[in-house]
């Protein structure tokens, strides 16, 4: 039917410029946004010129790319910067920003990540219109890797980027240490937090079936330091709001009060500032979080 022949012109169009996208990226800290931007910077680290490993796109050719707007760009961006997976500079003139993944960190959170996740978990990719050859699976042991695709070229499935890896890895003569698993009540024990505190706080993330990194509970004592608060205090904070994280920018002060107020009721109030109120509820929650 001629009348169709404009709409599957336009239907093949769409589909000649798919994006790649590790679901991966979002369980390290980098939300959607970012885990869109971060696949994008991967997928052409692997095809840049430089030795360095510097990329150069624009706000226009980010929104071509990926769809994402200058506000969405941005703050992707920052999060991926504060999680120390890109680098930015400036160059030339009119100054023009590149990008830079920062490998080595990106790969000690995701070995952090993995000690966390099932072989089968990781093997289980999800990809929004796969570009020329970009989906990459590590097959371990004799886990088969499943994949759930969406407008997925035909060919695309391309190893050109593993072929010499697995090359390596197969000659080897005996399989790499794996991890040690991640502790996350041991470590935050270790930084000061208490364990009943602590075990509120892996409750609460499990119920979110959010993973708990390292990586991510060092930038949560960074915050609390930045807001001159003890990690003890910040995590109970966290528990009490039912947050996934701490930021020192965020409202938090109102509940430090309340906290004080609990554990020092004979405190003599400031006779200038009103005293903070005390939420129903919140003096039987945080009796059960505090040390015997």
Known sequence: MPEHIPIIKLIEAMNEQPIAF???YVFLG?????????????YWTARTKDRDGWVYKDHHEWTQETGLTRKEQHTARKTLKSLGFISEKKHGVPPRVFFRVERENL??????????????????????????????????HN?????????????????????????DINLGASAPEQPKKFSAKK???????????AQEFIDLKNKKRKTITDRSLKIIFNQAIEAKLSNERVFQIIVLRGWESFKAAWNWAETNAEIEQLENPQATPNPDQPAAPVFKGVAKKFKGMSND
């Open 22 to 24: 590790n679901k991966h």
């Open 187 to 197: 470590f935050l024990i270790e930084n000061g937090v208490s364990e009943k505190t």
């Open 107 to 140: 790969y000690k959170a995701l070995i952090e990540y993995s000690a966390t996740t099932t072989s089968i978990q990781l093997c289980h990719t999800e990809q929004l219109n796969v570009p020329n050859g970009t989906i990459e699976c590590a097959e371990q």
């Open 30 to 42: 980098c939300g959607i946004n970012g885990a869109l931007m971060l696949s994008q910077l991967v």
């Open 143 to 167: 886990h088969t890797c499943h994949t759930e695709q969406l407008n997925v070229p035909k060919g695309a499935r391309n190893t050109e980027n593993t072929t010499e890896n697995t090359t």
